[in-house]
């Protein structure tokens, strides 16, 4: 089945969020540089070379629990506690995004970087190897599981029937997880408190738990492990997982440090017994952790609203598409896609109102959380128009929307960078459909996002592909249903 997934990702590093690379064991009490060719590059220490270097480095997954980028936006839940850390020593934080965990350990040890945040548990055999900051999160293990076919035709009790729901039921079943994780090792226990074999296919450290959900939700494989924290941030993507199981007691989460570095461990700890206890924590952990308010994207219909009217904003809509020479449907469908309407709808991210401009994007365009119905669409067409400026030389009209959409979404960048691949691959890049999509869609995957013509890193890309498809084929119907002047 994993061979079917790499089929469907053209790599098993599939939805890849991200990962660490760390190598040799070395502490030292000096700073050090390794000179590689005319490079220089810096080897980390204790507190005293982090307040003189100026900059605090993390080493990170690419994820929402730890760190990832959106619209531009540095955000995830360890990156923001150690945003505030930094910002308590007076220091700049800088994150390197790294690509195997098997090697994270080794990593830090060898000075790439300060810090490790990986939504990492602590275990007697990593404490060998390294320190840990205090606890700043406890988490349970759970079983990732599909849930059955026309689930949501179904009660809640009689789909429920049909999950594990009980760790015993875990005998002669098949389970995927990372073989140097915590997870690999309860599952290795919990086979001798069982009596009974639990078949452990090993994945390695480049396969993060994001992609072994993804391969569950899509029906690859049956089983995983992972952290309830992870859990709960993944299923806001996979509705059709399960992760109410748990298999283990409560486990400590922190962050990991050299064993070199015992002031820096010291300054974290004292800062985090304080911070724990503030509101900002809790917002943080609220912010990525309650679900509530994140239930997905719907599937069903695009609006409830009859007769001739898309929403409340069709006279704006209407005006503000006309001044930028778009069809006003279109638009409307946009700002569905964005807040379904909703004038104050805040993104789990930060992004806010009718167009979801992000915090750090909005005041730019004289549009603020609070600002009326016609300055946020006023706003957002600015912001369109500002976009389809980079597209001007591709001469279809709709190919060129499509593009400016995408760059709505993800930001330009990144769309150059899928142009780029495009052509690197025999596409044609001032065409989306088919061509330029495809790749908008690759950058999920290391071989495409670490491409020598990509400059931008990671996407999930899936997003965007579903994101400017989603907009045109409820636009198609808009048109069918609505006429185009009123």
């Not at 959106?70 to 700049?92: D, H, N, P, T, W």
């Amino acid at each position: 089945m994993i061979d079917k997934f790499l089929s469907y990702k053209l790599s098993l590093s599939a939805i890849l969020i991200a990962v660490v690379v760390f190598s040799a064991c070395q502490n030292t009490s000096r700073k050090e540089k390794t000179v590689v060719g005319q490079a220089t590059e810096e080897k980390h220490d204790d507190l005293k070379e982090i307040l003189a270097q100026n900059k605090l480095t993390v080493l990170a997954e690419n994820s929402a629990n730890s760190y990832f980028i959106y619209r531009g936006q540095k955000m995830g839940l360890e990156y923001e506690i150690l945003k505030e850390f930094a910002r308590s020593l007076g220091v700049k934080l800088e994150v390197k995004i790294v690509k195997n965990l098997d090697n994270i350990i080794n990593e830090l040890n060898d000075g790439k970087g300060d810090i490790i945040a990986c939504n990492f548990t602590v275990t007697k055999e990593r404490r060998k190897q390294i320190d840990f900051s205090k606890t700043f999160m406890r988490t349970s293990q759970v079983l990732i599981q599909r849930k059955p076919e026309e689930w949501r035709k179904m009660r809640r009790k009689e789909w429920k029937s049909e999950l594990i729901t009980d760790p015993v039921q875990l005998a002669q079943k098949t389970v995927h997880v990372w073989k140097n994780s915590s997870y690999y090792e309860r599952l290795t226990n919990l086979q001798n408190e069982l009596g009974d074999t639990i078949f452990l296919e090993p994945l390695d450290g480049d396969i993060i738990p994001e992609d072994v959900i993804e391969m569950v939700d899509k029906g690859f494989i049956d089983y995983t492990v992972t952290d309830k924290n992870v859990a709960l941030i993944n299923q806001r993507f996979y509705p059709n997982i399960d992760a109410s199981l748990e298999l283990s007691v409560k486990q400590k989460i922190a962050f990991g440090l050299r064993k070199g570095s015992p002031l820096l461990r010291k300054k974290l700890d004292n800062w985090l017994d304080k911070f724990l206890k503030t509101a900002t924590y809790k917002y943080i952990k609220h912010k990525y952790l309650n679900m509530s308010r994140f239930s997905g994207k719907s599937k069903g219909n695009y609006s409830s609203i009859n007769g001739n009217d898309i929403s409340q904003y069709d006279d704006l809509i209407k005006k503000y598409a006309n001044q930028a020479g778009w069809d006003w449907r279109l638009l409307a469908s946009l700002i569905y896609q964005e807040s379904k309407f909703r004038l104050h709808q805040e993104s789990w991210a930060g992004a806010y109102g009718l167009m979801q401009f992000m915090p750090s994007v909005g005041p730019s365009y004289g549009v603020y959380p609070d600002s009326p119905p016609e300055i946020q669409i006023k706003g957002g067409v600015k912001k369109l128009r500002d976009d389809i400026k980079a597209w001007k030389s591709i001469p279809d009209s709709i190919q060129c929307i499509k593009f400016t959409l995408a760059t709505y979404n993800a930001g330009l960048g990144h769309v150059l960078d899928a142009q780029r691949l495009a052509k690197k691959n025999g596409k044609d890049p001032l065409v989306w459909d088919d061509n330029v999509e495809t790749y908008i869609k690759l950058l999920s995957q290391p071989k495409y996002y670490h491409d020598p013509v990509c400059y931008y890193g990671y996407l999930r890309g899936s997003e965007t592909y579903n994101y400017v498809r989603e907009i045109f084929i409820r636009y198609n119907e808009y048109k069918t249903a609505f006429e185009l002047e009123s």
